[in-house]
């Protein structure tokens, strides 16, 4: 029933693709025989003034060599701030100076994203995406579609670094996202900003494949160029053994350990690249070697590192919460946004490095059966309680102790939720507190006795 | 002394003649002209006082219909007989149908100074406090608090920057609970 | 106090509040009927009545006010049994009134809640109460600000809205600042305003209260917008909260799924309104009207999903599937056949064919008395009462009974859910199935995408719920319509001759070319031999053009099945009335 069958609140691919004339690979990678049941359908919707603009800022990025010197704040900041007090409602009644801007948290994000719509963002460009909630509870992120198609240069700008280059054929596979999760929206698009490349998002799960075998066959077929996933992803990936061979796999949504890393190195033959990305700002920095230092590769970012507790800037070397100004997302200008990960800064030849950055290390968790669970399971499961927080330990013997911060109830019921994800049989002790018992500032903490 | 109720009942028996307002005619005096002069009267108490003695009224066709209507209706409560021979009263009463109505017309219909109840009271407190007269019962203290909380103008200027603002955020959370519809409505079944 | 003394207390308050009842009902009218309220001595004997956070709340569904004295000690409040009874009444007689205007009430004030429609109920109980309680106050002659003020002793609140609401009444009775609310050092100059709009407001809709409801919330939605601000309102007011689920277990409602384009054009901000001056009230539009748009046939409806999202709302114990039924058969009605005035009889001409068991449910003339007493001499109705049958006379039914109808609908991946999105192919089924239900016929509905699932009724049925039940689902799989799905009724000759309708797509003759895996029957087989067996007309609807696959199309229509163009999906409901009419109205013959 050619287009009137898709729900017409949902766009349709042209609306999806505007640049695009020839959807041919996408219907390709959708309909492939051996292609996943994909869920979701995805599109970057760049109009050609968008296309400029990321091609624009491709460039500045790719071309900037030196940020900012260390006791000195880049070129751009002040007038930033200047702009954000003018347009965005949230900052309206700062002081003009920099120096006396105070910080601010993704609780102030996400009790009223709306504030921080700068007056100049044009709203029938606003897209939205909710965080499941990895590393807090969810929330609403704003962007359009320049900052959201960035993250393509910001991948760029990375391999760049490390002599690869993306091939940006119309009928190639640049980037596939692996996820391994038993739920989670999949999709088969393409990148207008990659001269119609596809991009893939799919899920090892078999229950998303008409039959097992096709994740291989699929994979293999369109070998992608580039594989971006976590670390627990990759390591399922590793189990079918698909004889791919990309240019490089780039890491991110927890710290990659360095037995890992040598692992998927040593199977695929190519670079493992580490990244420190965040929803609200996407890629921030890579790895550097497999020491603990991430190199900055956002120009348009300024980096502070704040006192954990007090709005007080430490000096460079000093470990403390990371702290970002800047961005290209009209939808969410940020000024001194609290990342929650902590780190030390130091400058190289006026690029800022991050130090010793502990960022959400991966959490193995583990059924009575060894059956490995995966921390946003977790996270994904609580969406549905009314928790301001919680934090979930796993000890040796397997016994969980799950503490969270609600003004309800809610103890049976999470209890059930955690046997249903672990399986029965596995010991569960839950500690419910009012939320105005809530000190920290991180609000999601996984550990466990395990490593992985 | 005169309380608040008094006025406000007789005020809200404002007759429908004084919200006519027949075009003006050439050479004709106008109505609002006719019911000004005939009120001024009687608040100077000496009928056959000369027009030049009462506030001039030359100027009076420039204003808009609504605030002639407000006018008229001005006319209406400075007829009761507590504003009666009262001459010291005409400069200020003149200052509240030129100045403070001027201003308000552009956001009070005429007839919501007699049908709406808080309007009514800000005309009545409006043109007290213009003759420096506090309500009986009140203290000049709660007077000037009462007619604060009615202020149209001081209202207006509150909404004027508040309103802009609400629209916009409106508008942004309409359009994410629309891209949240969209983007469950992009999940499709499995092919 | 003491155990005994404590009751003893109690039983006083009892009975001062059962005293005043009647003075209470005289309040609003002597003529009010409404049975006594649910007394409950404990709070928790008032939580089994449902009612929690409150010491009183009402049930629409049962005109019920429930009343809970423990909690209307603990507040202090025992002696205004004649305020909160009057209010309560309030909420029967005048605002909600009844379920539907609480309906209504509930979808205006969704309309202008954008992105936190959840907290409309919480508008609504705001909205109710300040209408009923300032007629209480100034009309009635009633202490509310008494009430309020005796609850407010203990401490005042920072919520923005409890100091909005209060500051609203202080307004209406002309009460002095803070003499409800907030002390003068907390007053922010834009609650100021806005309660002030708000009691001209509460004046100006008292008696069409519907219409001001929608102006109300946009008045109310920025004090709403945070959740943190709505969390602690919620927290204040949870003890003046008596009608927020007042439709709970209310049963269908209708009327709801058509757009409330009166309610659109009410939803305007007050201060918009009043910053332009009440002439200038083209205000409306702010809330994007065509956006949120209707969906259907002339757009007039609502979405699948915001309806059951309102009505969950209304009702939150409302089936899910019920309520899909019902929209759909509501947006059918008016494209139904009308009801048959003729009844056909088959039996006038038919022939006895022997004798049944009478049950107590049959008719009574039913009964045949004479092989009643010939099985034995004691009667006992409903045991050995007999009743004759008679098999119907084949040419009689063939002219007169309409034909039942099968109605296989392609639900492969390509077909937007029903429940989130208007689907038009289901409402042109709708439309048929019920049409041939209310002629008489029985109807089989089957959903099928396949390779992978269907779903169909037992058989031919004769309740619309079943057949709405199956036609409303969704199944998301395959990419066509199943043919060997017809192997089931139609495998076989027909006992009762049917009609066929296939709704579905281009993909069909892929799947015509295909081969049963189990049975190695070509598809083609079965669609001929289905017709046959069948006995009545074959309709295929075609979202395609004639100018495709026009082989595979001549060789259906040899086979006998018609074959019906559609281009958009709009043009099904065309094709579902036309059939209804040409089948199952008055005078059609088949």
Known sequence: MAENKKPAIGLNDEERFPLLSDLSFLQQLRQDAHAPRYNFRSGDRLESTHLEKVKQYAHTISHANTFWEAGEQPAWLEEYINWCIATVPFYENRPGSFAEQPTISRSDLRAAPWDFVSRDAVLDELLVYQTSGTTGPAMDVLFDPVSQACWIPQLQSVLQQHGISLDAAPDKVAIALICSQPETLTYASLSTYLNGAGVLKINLNPADWKSPEDRLLYLQKYNPQVLTGDPFAFLDLLKIQPAICPKVLVSSAMKLTAGVRQKLEDYFACPVLDIYSLTECRMVACADGDGDRYKVIRPELYLEVFHKDEDIPLPYGERGELVITGGNNPFLPLIRYRTGDFCSLEMENGIPHLVGLEARLPVPFYTLDGEQVKNIEVSRAMMQFPLAGFKLHQANDYRLTFTGWSDEAIAQKVQEELLRIFKSGIAVDIAIHPVTALKETKVVNYSSAFTL | MIDIYTLFSHLKSCPEYFFQCPPLNRGQVSHTEVLLMDMYRKVHGDFSVADAALPTLVNLWQNGENQLVSMQVGCWLFHHPFFAGKPEWIIPIDDFLNDDLEALSAYVQAREWVEDEDRAEEFIRLALNRCEVTPAGETALEAADRLEALDTLKRQAVLRGSQASYDRIREIRRKMAEQKAREAANVYGRE | ?590
Request: proline share 4%; charged share 25%; aromatic share 10%.
């Open chain 3, 1 to 590: 106090m003491d155990a005994l003394e404590k009751k003893q207390h109690l039983k006083t308050v009892l009975q001062h509040w059962k005293d005043s009842w009647q003075e209470a009902k005289r309040v609003w009218s002597p003529f009010v009927k409404l049975r006594e309220p649910v007394w409950c001595a404990t709070t928790r004997t008032a939580h089994r009545e449902g009612l929690t956070g409150s010491f009183a709340m009402i049930r629409l569904s049962d005109h019920r006010i429930v009343i809970d004295l423990e909690k209307v000690l603990e507040e202090g409040v025992a002696d205004y049994p004649v305020e909160i009874l009057a209010h309560e009444i309030g909420h029967h007689i005048y605002t909600p009134a009844n379920l539907h205007e609480n309906a209504v009430l509930l979808s205006r004030i969704r309309w202008c809640l954008a992105d936190i429609e959840d907290r409309a109920p919480f508008v609504a109980n705001l909205y109710a109460d300040l209408l009923i309680n300032d007629t209480l106050q100034r009309k009635k002659g009633l202490q509310m600000a008494a009430v309020y003020q005796q609850i407010n002793q203990q401490g005042e609140s920072n919520s923005k809205v409890w100091q909005f609401y209060m500051r609203t009444f202080e307004y209406l009775w002309k009460l002095e600042r803070g003499a409800l609310g907030a002390k003068l050092s907390k007053q922010h100059p834009m609650i100021d305003a806005d309660a002030s709009l708000a009691a001209s407001l509460i004046r100006s809709y008292a008696k069409n209260w519907l219409e001001g409801a929608g102006r109300f919330a946009a008045l109310l939605y920025p004090y709403l917008m945070e959740d943190k601000e709505y969390e602690e309102a919620r927290k204040v007011f949870v003890l003046y909260l008596d009608a927020e689920y007042a439709g709970l277990g209310g049963g269908m409602i209708t009327g709801l799924v058509e757009i409330d384009e009166e309610g659109l054009a009410s939803i305007i901000d007050p201060r918009v309104e009043a910053a332009k001056g009440k002439e200038g009230s083209e205000a409306a539009g702010v809330f994007g009207k065509v956006e949120a748009g209707g969906e259907g046939p002339r757009q007039r409806y609502l979405n699948p999903g915001r309806y059951i999202d309102l009505f969950k709302q209304i009702n939150p114990n409302a089936n899910e599937q019920e309520l899909i039924n019902n929209y759909y058969r509501e947006i059918a009605l008016p494209h139904l056949v009308s009801f048959p005035l003729e009844t056909v009889n088959p039996v006038s001409l038919s022939l006895p064919e022997g004798t049944e068991s009478w049950d107590i449910s049959d008719p009574m003339e039913e009964i045949d008395w004479i092989e009643t007493a010939v099985h034995s001499p004691q009667i006992f109705p409903g045991y050995n009462t007999m009743k004759r049958i008679y098999g119907s006379d084949t040419d009689d039914s063939e002219t007169k009974r309409p034909l039942d109808v099968y109605i296989g609908i392609d639900c492969s991946g390509s077909m937007g859910n029903p429940r989130q999105r208007f689907s038009w192919p289901v409402l042109a089924a709708t439309v048929i199935g019920l049409s041939a239900l209310r002629a008489g016929a029985k109807v089989m509905g089957c959903l099928s995408g396949e390779p992978g699932s269907f779903m169909e009724t037992d058989g031919f049925r004769e309740s619309d719920v079943e057949v709405l039940t199956v036609l409303t689902s969704y199944l998301g799989t395959g990419y066509a319509y199943g043919v060997p799905r017809l192997e089931t009724p139609f495998g076989q000759p027909a006992q009762n001759r049917s009609h066929v309708v296939i709704v579905t797509d281009d993909d069909i003759f892929r799947m015509l070319g295909a081969v049963s895996e189990t049975t190695g029957i070509s598809n083609w087989v079965t669609m001929e031999k289905a017709l046959m067996n069948a006995g009545g007309v074959g309709t295929l609807v075609l979202h395609s053009a004639p100018e495709w696959h026009r082989e595979e199309v001549v060789r259906l229509q040899k086979m006998g099945w018609h074959v019906y163009y559609v281009t958009n999906e709009e043009q099904l409901l065309s094709f579902a009335a036309e059939f209804s009419q040409n089948h199952y109205s008055v005078r059609s013959h088949d």
